[in-house]
C-alpha cells in the first residue's frame, strides 16, 4: 500500500516528463507569441496553444530550450538571431504595425503631442531597452529629435502590455504602444498619432521552431498566418501589410 | 521491514535535496566565479544593489519599529476580533504579488482611495523609491509580524507575571523582560522578513515600476538583464543566493549566539 503510492508518485512524474517531450496526444502548436499579438492570433486558430510575453523572453526561452512550436515576435531581431544560431527555420515577415502616443481619457497632464511630454510633471511610461516596443519608441524620438523626454521616464516595461496597463489604469501619464494595442483598452485610452516620417520600421517575423514538437501543426499555423484569411483578421485589428 | 523503510526515508531525502540543490549549484557553474564578480561592478548591478539596500533597508527599519510592538500586543492580550486581526496580517502571505501590486495602486495609486488626499498634499507615490518601500513593507511585515508573535508566545508566562508582581509596570516589563528574552526569535524574525523584503518581485513591478538607479531592485534588474544580458542575470542571481544563504546562517546562529549573550550579561543585569 505503501509502495503503491510511491509508486502512483513516480508513474504521475513520468507522465509528465513524457508531455513536456513532445508524446502528448494534444496536435496542436504551441506559439510563442509577442505579447502584441494577445488579441488576434487566438481568432486566426483558436486551438492553438499561445504563450504570450515580450518576444526578448520568448526568445531566451526557446534558446533555454522550451517546447515552442512557432515563434512570432513584434521584431526581425529576435527571429533573426535564433535563425543565425540554428534554432529556427528561415523567418518571414506576416505584419507590420506602427507606433501611437497614448494618454488615459481624462488627460490629466493635458498631453496633445511629443512635445508637451517635455513638462517636468508628466510620468512616462516605456518599454525597456532590448525589448522591440522600448527600441521603437527610442527609434521614432531620435527620428523627432526629442530623446530629451527620455528624462520624464518613470518606468521601463518589460513588455508592450505593461505599458498599456499603467496607463489604462490612469497610474501614467504616457505611454508610447503599438496603434494594435490601442483597440482593447479604447474605453481607458486616447490614442495620439505620431507623424509618418518618425515612425519606426516595425516588422512581424515568424519562424517554425526547428525542434517543434508539433512540426507540421507549426507549419500549418504559419500557412495560416500567411495566407489571405489571417491577412485580413491581421488588418482588421490595425497591423499593416508584410 | 525496518530496513526496506530506512532506505525508502534516505531515497525520498536524497531525491528531493538533489532537486533543490542542483539548479543553485548550475547557477554558479555556468559562468565562472571570477566573472560572476566582474558582472556585479557593471553600472545596472551596482544601481539594482544600491536601490535594493537603501529601500530595504528602510522598509526593515518600519517593519521593525511598528512590527514588534504589533507582535507584543496580539502575542499578551487577549481581546474581541484577535483573530480576525491574526487573518488579517497573515492575508498578504497567501496573496499572489501581482494582487498585491493592484491592491497598493487601488490605495495609493492616483486613481487610488487615498489618491486626491495624497494629490492634494502634493505627495504621489507610485514610480518613487517610496513605492518600492510601500510594497516591500506589504510583503515582509506580516512575515515579521507572524514570526514575532510567536516568539512572544514562547516566552514562560511566569517570567512577565514575575516582573509585573516585582513592581514593574507593562512598559518596563516589555523593555527590560519581554524583548530581552525573546530577542533570539524576534532576529531571527527579522533575518527572514528581510531577505522576503529584498526578494520581493511581483508588487514591486506593477506599483514602482523598472527605472534602472530609482526603482529597479535587484529583482527586477535579474528580469530586466534576462534578454540583454544573461551574464549580468546570473550574476545577480548569485549574489542573492549568496545574500539568503548568509541571512539563513545568521537565523541558524542566532538562538545559541543569544542564549550565550542573555547568560553572559546576566550578573551585570542584575547588579544594575
New interface residues.
Partial sequence: MRWGLLGLALVALAGCGGAAGGGDANDNATVFAAASLTEVFPQIDPAATYNFAGSDDLATQITEGAPADVFAAASTKYPDQLYDQGLVDKPEVFATNRLVLVVPKDNPAGIRSVDDLRNPDVKLVIGAEGVPIGDYTRTVLENMGATDVLDQVVSEEDDVKGVVGKVSLGEADAGFVYVTDVKPVEDEVTAIELPAEAQAEVQYEIAVVKAAPHHDAAHEFVEQVLSEGGQAKLQAVGFGPP | MRRPFEV?LAVSAGLILAFLLLPILALFLRIPPEDLLSQLTSQVAVDALLVSVKTSVIAHAVVLLLGTPTAYLIATRRFRGRSLVLTLIELPLVLPPAVAGIAL?AAF???GLLGETLHAAGISI??TQTAVVFAIIFVSSPFYIRLGIAAFEALDPALIEASRTLGAGPRRTFFRVALPLAAGGLSAASALAFARGLGEFGAT?MF?????G??QTLPLAI??Q???D?DIALALGAFLVVVSVAVLLTVKLLPSWTRFTLISLAPSGRSD
Fill in positions: 525508502l495602486f495609486g492616483r486613481a507610485p514610480f513591478i514602482a515600476g523598472s527605472l534602472q530609482v526603482t528580469y530586466a534576462l534578454d540583454l544573461f
